[in-house]
């Protein structure tokens, strides 16, 4: 392959075959400021309570590439998720792949990683579901083919939840991705954050974000942070279990997919009560999901 084909792999626009967004499917990105903001926990907290509150729904999980070979964490615990479609990387690049590399067939373009997803999501659309597809570090990470996530994964036209960070420092990345993923048209669609242990620094910067997001109408929710790693392995899973029955019935991820069934119907044109979807009346709504308690 000539260096002026493997150009044309980073500069030619992505082959979408349709709109990732479909009349069932509730797809979104979960993109973050940085590789450990913490996207994983939080998708598996939002799956936990699609699983739990919504068990007649699909629930399927997209990890599209990861270095580590022990990443099992949403089988673990989120065991009745489909993650199917969970690709670990079996090389490491440099910022760019090199010729040798596509002659060996090492490496996706980026169409291949479009054309995998989208025939993933096709399986999953006879019925009501959720999508979740995380992203790989921040959000201009590279994909394999060296292009950042962010220009990649435009093309999609497939809203974003981000994981941000309620610290001095991660109150500037948080903007800075919000920032990136805005002028590439994304349409966020809520920003979730974890609580710091520091009461006056989590006031300062939750508030911070919670006022710059407001200009956009995208609302910010905070999440109890996870227990701290054990070096005994069956306390550890024993902890993080107990975390995220915890978070699950507290109600929090419960009203942010309250919040994320809203915008979808609003993107696809859908009622509340459309033929194409078997939704529940308000009053049951209410009773299905867990109650929110103060965490917007």
Request: charged share 20%.
């Amino acid at each position: 392959m000539a260096n002026h084909e493997v150009e044309l792999l980073f500069t030619s626009p992505p082959m979408v075959p349709s709109p990732l967004v479909t009349s069932h499917l509730r797809a979104f990105l979960v993109f973050g400021t940085s590789e450990k903001v913490g996207k994983t926990v939080m998708s598996t907290h939002l799956l936990n309570a699609a699983r739990t509150f919504r068990p007649k729904e699909s629930a399927s999980y997209v990890k599209l590439f990861s270095m580590n070979r022990d990443d099992d964490h949403l089988q673990q615990y989120a065991p009745g998720v489909d993650n199917a479609l969970f690709h670990h990387a079996k090389h490491h690049y440099g910022p760019l792949p090199t010729v040798n590399d596509f002659k060996k067939n090492k490496v996706y373009t980026d169409n291949d990683i479009f054309h995998e997803i989208q025939k993933y999501a096709s399986c999953r659309d006879n019925k009501p579901g959720w999508l979740l597809i995380e992203m790989t570090g921040g959000a201009h990470s590279p994909t394999p083919t060296g292009t950042s996530q962010a220009d990649a994964f435009a093309e999609l036209k497939v809203p974003v939840i981000l994981v941000g960070e309620a610290t001095i420092d991660g109150v500037s990345h948080t903007k800075s991705a919000f920032e990136s993923l805005r002028v590439r048209s994304y349409a966020v669609a809520a920003v979730l954050l974890f609580r710091v242990s520091s009461h006056n620094s989590q006031d300062h910067c939750h508030m911070s974000l919670v006022s710059f997001f407001q200009r956009y109408r995208i609302p910010v929710y905070m999440f109890d942070r996870p227990p701290s790693r054990s070096l005994i392995s069956s306390r550890d899973r024993k902890n993080m279990a107990a975390y995220y029955e915890h978070v699950l019935w507290n109600g929090v991820a419960g009203k942010v997919l309250m919040e994320l069934e809203s915008l979808f119907s609003r993107r696809s044109g859908m009622g509340a009560s459309s033929a194409s979807y078997d939704s529940l009346s308000s009053s049951a709504l209410a009773s299905s999901w867990p109650l929110p308690t103060a965490g917007h």
